[in-house]
């Protein structure tokens, strides 16, 4: 059964500091990474990954994926309250279309 | 473009009622999906269409829950009889194949429908 684990499930920082979330998964036939961000209504989409070593990156966020260790990691720098939010990390595979969700991290920034 | 639209946004029923969700997918896409999503499981795909033709529902909690799409801009969530275990918020989420085949991934979720059966 494809899998997706996100790590820490819940993280409070200060604004200003850069944080790291994690996601590793395992499913067979790999195609995409996705993550998302969700504040109080709907996921909103982020990045998607396909090829490992490649660094995603929009302003303060980027995402890089690891597909030989199966995992890859979300960085937001220079963090501000406004991303305070959870972020959602999904893969795509097993030949459907569909995604598998992990649980996501709560971020937290404090003023 | 308005984005995926459902309706309603808020619904509270009671036990045993029939309750009927609605989704409008973004013009052009081709894919839609609907989720749950709760504290306890997270977020879970219930069923997901491919030019209006049922894949996989393989999510689908028992045989309450029942999924149509009749055509390309409209789908419902039905639950019949409704429990207290299905509170929880509804998403449905749209997406275009690509070109040649080609299938991009990145899923738009509309806004939820809030769902409370007392």
């Known amino acids: 059964e494809d899998k997706v684990v996100q790590s820490p499930l819940s993280l409070v920082v200060h604004e200003g500091d850069t944080v790291t979330l994690n996601c590793s998964y395992e499913?067979?036939?790999?195609?995409?990474l996705l993550w998302y961000k969700q504040e109080k209504k709907a996921p909103t989409f982020l990045f998607m990954l396909?090829?490992?070593?490649i660094e995603k990156k929009s302003g303060r966020l980027s995402s890089i994926l690891d597909k030989k260790e199966l995992f890859s990691i979300l960085n937001i720098t220079a963090t501000q309250t406004g991303d305070s939010a959870v972020y959602l990390c999904?893969?795509?595979?097993?030949?459907?279309?569909?995604?598998?969700f992990g649980q996501g991290t709560r971020l937290t920034i404090n003023p | 473009d308005a984005g995926v639209i459902q309706s309603p946004r808020h619904e509270v029923t009671e036990m045993g009622q029939e309750v009927t969700l609605r989704c409008k997918p973004i013009?052009?896409?081709?894919?839609l999906f609907w989720y749950r999503q709760t504290m306890m499981r997270g977020l879970e795909l219930l069923i997901y269409?491919?030019?209006?033709?049922?894949?996989?529902d393989s999510g689908m909690p028992e045989d309450r829950f029942s999924a149509k799409m009749p055509n390309a801009s409209f789908s419902t969530l039905k639950i019949q009889p409704s429990e207290p275990r299905d509170s929880a918020v509804y998403f449905c989420a749209s997406r275009t194949s690509g070109r040649g085949g080609v299938t991009y991934n990145e899923q738009f979720f509309g806004p939820g429908t809030r769902l409370t059966v007392l």
């Open positions: 013009s052009g896409h081709n894919s």
């Open positions: 269409f491919n030019n209006n033709v049922p894949i996989d």
């Open positions: 396909t090829s490992s070593g």
């Open positions: 499913v067979t036939n790999f195609r995409s």
């Open positions: 999904a893969v795509e595979g097993g030949g459907a279309q569909k995604l598998v």
